[in-house]
Nanobody, 119 residues
């Protein structure tokens, strides 16, 4: 499966951004999609931000609950992360992730999109 992210950029604290992740390829095998953030200077860890299953079940990191929403457009195979009340700590590279079930589970990553929250 191929994942293409868009929507990152520079925003002031308190602002909003919407990230998009368009999936193509073996989309019928997707069981969940989500967003992970890699903080500046941290080249190893990608922290969970939010996920959504094909059944519509969502999960959020505590730090973004009440500020971020995740949704999906089945017709366009796209997942959105709407971010409100952004803080400088939200800065990082946001990666889209898809979990596929081929009889075994396998994850795929997008190329990442930069989000910078700064005045």
């Amino acid at each position: 499966v191929q994942l293409v992210e868009s929507g990152g950029g520079l925003v002031q604290p308190g602002g909003s951004l919407r990230l998009s992740c368009a999936a193509s390829g073996s989309i019928a095998s997707i069981v969940a999609m989500g967003w992970y953030r890699q903080a500046p200077g941290d080249h190893h860890e990608r922290d969970l931000v939010a996920t959504i299953t094909t059944a519509g079940t969502t999960n959020f990191a505590d730090s973004v609950k009440g500020r971020f929403t995740i949704s999906r457009d089945k017709a366009n195979n796209t997942v959105y992360l709407q971010m409100y009340s952004l803080k400088p700590d939200d800065t990082g590279v946001y990666y889209c992730h898809a979990e596929l079930n081929f009889g075994y589970f396998r994850g795929y990553w997008g190329q990442g999109t930069q989000v910078t929250v700064s005045s």
